[in-house]
T-cell receptor, first 112, second 114 residues
C-alpha cells in the first residue's frame, strides 16, 4: 500500500514569490491535514480538508491557503513568501477525523 | 499552560533498559492519542495510537492512557540504539475546532547508548 506522497521534496524560493506544494494521500483516505515544522515552534497545524472542504484552519495568515481535489489529493499555497516561512511542510492523511494519521516525507522550503 | 506537554529531555538510557516518555494534555474532551517517532531530518512516523483508558501493547512499545489525569505515556522496553529519535505526543480533540487537527507536544529527544 503506497504511503503519503509529497512533492517536491525540496524548494528554494526568493522572498515575495509564491509556492505550491502537493500531497497525495493514502488510497481511501479522505482527510488531509497540513503542518509546518520549525525548530522553534515545533509542529503547527495549518489546515485540514475532507471531501474537498476545509473543515479546520490553524492560526496562520491568509497567505497560507489550500485546496483538495475530488481524488483527495491536496495542495497548499503560500503567497508573498517571507524568510520566516522557511520550514518543513508536512501533510498527513487519515481515513477520517480522529483516526490514525500518516505523514508524508515533507517538503523542505527555504526562502532566501 | 501548553495544550500538550511532554517531559523535558533529553532522555538518555542504556541499551536494553526501559525508556519512559510522558505527556499531559489540557483539553479534557480529547479523544485520540498518538505517539510519533521522528528521526533527524525525517518526517514523523506513527508508532502507537490509543483511544481508551488503560494499556495498549505493540511489540516493545506500550502506550498508557489515563483520561482522568489527562496523561498519556509511552514505554519502550529493551531499548535499542535504533530507538534514538525524537518522540512526539499528539492529541486529537472531539470534532468542531479539532477536526483533523493534531496538537503536538514539543517532543522528547531519546538517546539509547550501547
Amino acid at each position: 500500500k503506497a504511503g503519503v506522497t509529497q512533492t517536491p521534496r525540496y524548494l528554494i524560493k526568493t522572498r515575495g514569490q509564491q509556492v505550491t506544494l502537493s500531497c497525495s494521500p493514502i488510497s481511501g483516505h479522505r482527510s488531509v491535514s497540513w503542518y509546518q515544522q520549525t525548530p522553534g515552534q515545533g509542529l503547527q497545524f495549518l489546515f485540514e480538508y475532507f471531501s474537498e472542504t476545509q473543515r479546520n484552519k490553524g492560526n496562520f495568515p491568509g497567505r497560507f491557503s489550500g485546496r483538495q481535489f475530488s481524488n483527495s489529493r491536496s495542495e497548499m499555497n503560500v503567497s508573498t513568501l517571507e524568510l520566516g516561512d522557511s520550514a518543513l511542510y508536512l501533510c498527513a492523511s487519515s481515513f477520517t477525523d480522529g483516526y490514525e494519521a500518516f505523514f508524508g516525507q515533507g517538503t523542505r522550503l527555504t526562502v532566501v | 499552560q501548553k495544550e500538550v506537554e511532554q517531559n523535558s529531555g533529553p532522555l538518555s538510557v542504556p541499551e536494553g533498559a526501559i525508556a519512559s516518555l510522558n505527556c499531559t494534555y489540557s483539553d479534557r474532551v480529547s479523544q485520540s492519542f498518538f505517539w510519533y517517532r521522528q528521526y533527524s531530518g525525517k518526517s514523523p512516523e506513527l508508532i502507537m495510537s490509543i483511544y481508551s483508558n488503560g494499556d495498549k501493547e505493540d511489540g516493545r512499545f506500550t502506550a498508557q492512557l489515563n483520561k482522568a489525569s489527562q496523561y498519556v505515556s509511552l514505554l519502550i522496553r529493551d531499548s535499542q540504539p535504533s530507538d534514538s529519535a525524537t518522540y512526539l505526543c499528539a492529541v486529537n480533540g472531539a470534532g468542531g475546532t479539532s477536526y483533523g487537527k493534531l496538537t503536538f507536544g514539543q517532543g522528547t529527544i531519546l538517546t539509547v547508548h550501547p
